[in-house]
């Protein structure tokens, strides 16, 4: 045993969990692995490795959610040096297993309600800027997934048309944003209270882009009447915005969300990735294609009528 097994090993034993049974959970998009630990007294708790990624932010983002009233994992011990963290099992109830009827996905969704109105407040300074130029920015990995032969003008003309229309997206004051707030980051706990967990790539950012996440989720569809109630109820705390500037802003961070999902998990569909990615194209595809349809993106949907006439088409 050696390199990262034996510092990892070290850790454990450290902590006090040398002995506990060791069982990999299902990973996410990122290099995170996790493992379900289980001590001889039926104890459990999760080792979150992060490979080459620092944990201070995860740990900062943690301490400052919890802070603020949010059920996030609590941290039983931590070595950011060798990027290791022991922390609290929420169990494996997701919030798409969970939402099983219409009755249950209501009232889920309520609490999911409760937490995008816990994150209409001022992020925390060392949080990095989620806004339009960033936005942009996140959309050279469609250029370069998605349509890589492309001259470089029509790459341009890409970006151009999308410069046009983001500012549009960033109404509204700028606001914690968790990112990727779906229903496999939100955890359902025994009193059906929702625990937050993947925080670690939070913005400081747009106030409606949590609402596209899960509104738009590329996982599973919200009944009409659960989307509806969630619009509603974000639409209440910003009475600012009009219905017009609120409908506009959720389709062009829609339409950008959809495209860097749309290439990220091609790349993760490809050879010796992970196939199961590839499941999710066509739901991401559609959500395009539907927010593609809002007149502010003309500039975005005529790029794509002319050089990807398949995303703006079924």
């Not at 104890?43 to 932010?57: C, F, K, N, V």
């Not at 301490?63 to 990027?83: E, I, K, M």
Request: net charge negative; hydrophobic share 50%; charged share 25%.
């Amino acid at each position: 045993m050696g390199g990262r097994a034996e510092l990892i090993a070290g850790f454990l034993e450290a902590a006090g969990w040398a002995g506990a049974e060791r069982r990999p959970l299902v990973g996410d998009a990122s290099t995170r692995r996790y493992e379900r630990l289980v001590a001889a007294d039926g104890r459990t708790a999760l080792l979150m490795d992060s490979g080459p990624e620092p944990i201070e932010r995860w740990l900062e983002v943690r301490d400052w959610l919890d802070g603020r009233g949010v059920r996030v994992p609590d941290v039983l011990q931590a070595c950011p040096s060798v990027r290791l963290a022991l922390i609290e099992d929420l169990g494996d109830q997701h919030l798409d297993e969970a939402a099983d009827s219409p009755e249950r996905e209501a009232r889920l969704y309520e609490r999911a309600l409760e937490l995008l109105v816990a994150f209409q407040c001022a992020a925390p300074a060392f949080l990095p800027s989620l806004d339009p130029a960033t936005l942009l920015d996140q959309l050279e990995l469609f250029l370069a997934q998605v349509t890589p032969e492309l001259p470089a003008a029509v790459a341009s003309a890409f970006r151009a048309a999308w410069a046009a229309v983001l500012p549009d997206a960033c109404v509204g004051p700028k606001v914690f944003v968790h990112r990727d707030l779906h229903c496999r980051n939100l955890m359902v706990l025994a009193d059906e209270r929702l625990a937050v967990i993947d925080f670690q790539d939070a913005f400081v950012g747009p106030c409606l882009y949590d609402l596209v996440s899960l509104l738009q989720d590329v996982r599973r569809d919200l009944s009409v009447e659960t989307a509806a109630r969630l619009r509603a109820g974000l639409r209440a705390v910003r009475p600012e915005l009009t219905e017009t500037v609120f409908d506009r802003a959720v389709a062009i961070l829609g339409a950008q969300r959809a495209m860097r999902i749309l290439a990220v998990f091609t790349r993760l569909a490809g050879p010796g990735g992970k196939p199961g990615y590839g499941t999710f194209l066509p739901r991401v595809e559609r959500w395009l294609r539907d927010d593609l349809a809002h007149p502010a993106l003309a500039p975005v949907a005529a790029w794509c009528a002319r050089y990807r006439p398949g995303l703006v088409q079924v």
